[in-house]
DNA sequence: TAGAAAAGATAGTAATCAATTACTATCTTA
DNA sequence: TAAGATAGTAATTGATTACTATCTTTTCTA
């Protein structure tokens, strides 16, 4: 029984620590919590981090596991609902503002992780994931101008960073506003624009 | 004289420390460079560094003062050089990305600062400056809609957040490959679909 | 050029951090 | 149900942090 038991197992408790550290960059900045503020919300002692974890680096890198296997997933359903590829790449783009709006700690801590020097654990997580997503971008965009419903002479590299790009600038505006919801309103006309740059 | 002087003047050593931290947050995580850092590569003990600011905020907040000043002004000349306002948000795109690649800790130390919870002033100072940015954009983009230049059912406020998201999704490529100059090379071909989404 | 004022050095402080220790509570299973 | 395995606690560690008190050197000025 869960409910029942005071201990979880280990990899339960692994599982809620990952998920408090979300929770928790979504309030704070990311690289100022600590060990003892997550297993506070955990109602944990901070020790006991420890006996799951070998240090707090490999909590970050669970940590980008879980958001990486969580957003290539919903990217890849948003994708395979549609047939054409604007359609999809509309999909992707609200399927990934989507994600971020529910766990606004995530572009915080990817960007966090990016911006250090030495590359770390999480850090080569993140750069994976992002070679996955675009990946999955680039493929998108090269169907949609063979298919032509986008502008034959596209260039696909420039395509991928500016739409990455710009989830990142709804991500930085919901910082300035204090106001993650804003993303969510802001995200169709700011598509509208970047569709009309790439269609045929 | 300023070479035969062992000391420099308290003005002078508070314009050397803030470009010291410009130039740190270029080469490792902002929210890691501690006074320890700074006063080390200014050739000058800890505490001297109290001398002359009250405490590491006040630090950061004359950094934020700096990059506003500075960038601001880079970008209004370029916008002055420029008659037609297409051609000026060409230009003043080019400016900001010359100036983040001349100081690549800017854009990490601002991302940085607003991701903290609490309104500090380095954090007031940020939002201050991209208020004024926003500003001067949105002249631009109001200005080019009249004008016939850009599209006339164009979303200003949309078009002003892509603008900005473009330059931080070319900041975080060069993050991902730990090159800035990759950025002044992907610019002109990520600001061709910036354009072709927004013009008439 | 004396000496006051400014700038910097030296040597600390208290607080906080990740990590480790010795120990206890709880669960599982043979 | 006894015994081993697992999960968690409480206290402490050494390192690092921003910041400060006191002393020395440099620089400016009257």
Request: proline content about 10%; overall charge negative; hydrophobic content about 40%.
């Given at each position: 029984m869960k409910t029942t038991s005071k201990n979880l197992r280990a990899d339960e408790r692994r599982e809620v620590t990952v998920e408090t550290v979300v929770e928790l960059a979504g309030e704070q900045n990311p690289s100022e919590i600590t060990t003892a503020a997550i297993a506070k919300r955990m109602g944990v002692?901070?020790?006991?981090?420890f006996r799951h974890f070998p240090n707090k680096e490999a909590i970050l890198s669970s940590v980008m596991e879980w958001v990486s296997k969580r957003l290539l997933a919903r990217i890849d359903k948003a994708i395979n609902k549609n047939s054409s590829p604007l359609a999809a790449l509309e999909a992707m783009f609200m399927a990934h503002v989507d994600f971020v709006c529910k766990h606004p700690g995530v572009p915080r801590m990817l960007f966090g992780e990016l911006q250090g020097a030495k590359d770390s654990a999480p850090k080569r997580m993140v750069q994976l994931m992002i070679e996955g997503y675009s990946f999955k971008l680039k493929a998108l965009l090269e169907e949609g101008v063979a298919n032509g419903e986008?502008?034959?002479?596209?260039d696909t590299q420039s395509a991928a960073l500016l739409f990455i790009g710009t989830v990142q600038g709804l991500v930085m505006q919901s910082l300035l506003a204090g106001d993650v919801k804003k993303m969510r309103k802001d995200a169709p006309g700011v598509f509208a624009i970047y569709q009309r740059g790439i269609r045929g």
């Open positions: 002692t901070q020790g006991a981090l986008l502008n034959p002479e596209l």
